[in-house]
T-cell receptor
């Protein structure tokens, strides 16, 4: 199993550009999520999905879109990049039983800089 | 959003010493997780706890789910240089969202 994979590993964008961060998992996990990590702030939830076709907002969703067309993939789209979106982005997945999700496993992260 | 209070913020210890850190919340949780993050990497799950009072070990690591369900503790025994990193706690109640602490940075001096 590759676990949770993320691409790209590094990205530099100019203000106003758009891009998609890719996330895939091969563990057949129902629950997937996106976090951003900023110094001194811990991990903050952006969006999450409890299954294909179902997404919901987390703590800091503004400026980001997600969709979940398959169980394996959960891309994160930045619509119009801003310097405040400079951060490290982590995707995570977990299995769930009767709607309750358990341990989350993280990808290696995407380091994004917006100039 | 909810933040967990994790302490200490940083620790500098001698190799071979034991380490203790904790995480507290203003809300009750039914799941506590502990992660370790190395520089430039994603967090790696160390221990998962699902029951108040539960004590779980993973090698030299031991974590406990506090009886009040508002706190959790992580102990590392006989620290070694590869224990260096940032340790995060995460908690969850009946919803789908995990809340993370701000991390404890551990430095082990050989």
């Amino acid at each position: 199993n590759a676990g949770v994979t993320q691409t790209p590993k590094f990205q530099v964008l100019k203000t106003g550009q758009s891009m998609t961060l890719q996330c895939a998992q091969d563990m057949n996990h129902e629950y997937m999520s996106w976090y951003r990590q900023d110094p001194g702030m811990g991990l903050r939830l952006i969006h999450y999905s409890v299954g294909a076709g179902i997404t919901d907002q987390g703590e800091v969703p503004n400026g980001y879109n997600v969709s979940r067309s398959t169980t394996e993939d959960f891309p994160l789209r930045l619509l119009s990049a801003a310097p405040s979106q400079t951060s490290v982005y982590f995707c995570a997945s977990s299995y769930s039983i009767t709607g309750v999700n358990y341990e989350q496993y993280f990808g290696p992260g995407t380091r994004l800089t917006v100039t | 959003g909810q933040q967990l209070n994790q302490s200490p913020q940083s620790m500098f210890i001698q190799e071979g010493e034991d380490v203790s850190m904790n995480c507290t919340s203003s809300s009750i949780f039914n799941t506590w997780l502990w992660y370790k993050q190395d520089p430039g990497e994603g967090p790696v799950l160390l221990i998962a706890l699902y029951k108040a009072g539960e004590l779980t070990s993973n090698g030299r690591l031991t974590a406990q789910f506090g009886i009040t369900r508002k706190d959790s503790f992580l102990n590392i025994s006989a620290s070694i240089p590869s224990d260096v990193g940032i340790y995060f706690c995460a908690g969850k109640n009946t919803g789908n969202q995990f809340y993370f602490g701000t991390g404890t940075s551990l430095t082990v001096i050989p």
